[in-house]
């Protein structure tokens, strides 16, 4: 936890997962967590939290304690597809946001979410929001394909 911690008061972003949460998913899914944990001198310096299924690896919360050029990439993606490859799973979903990770062969998937919003006139607002919004992060999709790095094969 002091990794995450200390890498979200780093870049002043909210904590979102405390004690509880971790000691929680410890107990009740150790078999649904891969835990990326990077050592320097076998002292842990950085660590990335991801959950297992038999199909997929989703990942992370990151955190570090010490800055290391590659460390980010190498604890949260890197690892995390040598054990899917490993552990023959299909698919890696990396999280969110992030044009730097075309450079590495990430292509951008949409994704949805399953929040439900007790206020009906918030649910009603990000609604309104979230339709809006659809048709220029297909655009945006489409210009990441583009940029993506790999090339069309053509016979």
């Given at each position: 936890?002091?990794?995450?911690?200390?890498?979200?008061?780093?870049?002043?972003?909210?904590?979102?997962?405390?004690?509880?949460?971790?000691?929680?998913?410890?107990?009740?899914?150790?078999?649904?967590?891969?835990?990326?944990?990077?050592?320097?001198?076998?002292?842990?310096?950085?660590?990335?939290?991801?959950?297992?299924?038999?199909?997929?690896?989703?990942?992370?919360?990151?955190?570090?304690?010490?800055?290391?050029?590659?460390?980010?990439?190498e604890t949260c993606y890197y690892?995390?597809?040598?054990?899917?490859?490993?552990?023959?799973?299909g698919l890696f979903e990396g999280?969110?946001?992030?044009?730097?990770?075309?450079?590495?062969?990430?292509?951008?998937?949409?994704?949805?979410?399953?929040?439900?919003?007790?206020?009906?006139?918030?649910?009603?607002?990000?609604?309104?929001?979230?339709?809006?919004?659809?048709?220029?992060?297909?655009?945006?999709?489409?210009?990441?394909?583009?940029?993506?790095?790999?090339?069309?094969?053509?016979?």
């Amino acid at each position: 936890m002091a990794c995450y911690t200390r890498t979200h008061q780093q870049f002043n972003s909210p904590i979102a997962l405390n004690l509880d949460f971790f000691e929680r998913i410890g107990a009740r899914m150790a078999d649904n967590i891969l835990l990326i944990v990077a050592l320097r001198d076998d002292t842990p310096i950085a660590s990335a939290l991801n959950f297992v299924s038999r199909d997929a690896l989703y990942g992370r919360s990151w955190g570090t304690l010490e800055y290391h050029s590659g460390l980010h990439f190498e604890t949260c993606y890197y690892q995390a597809i040598d054990y899917c490859i490993t552990h023959q799973i299909g698919l890696f979903e990396g999280g969110a946001q992030g044009e730097h990770k075309l450079a590495r062969g990430f292509l951008p998937e949409t994704t949805w979410s399953a929040h439900w919003l007790a206020d009906p006139r918030f649910a009603s607002a990000v609604d309104s929001y979230l339709k809006r919004e659809a048709d220029s992060m297909d655009a945006y999709v489409d210009e990441l394909n583009e940029r993506g790095p790999y090339k069309a094969l053509t016979f």
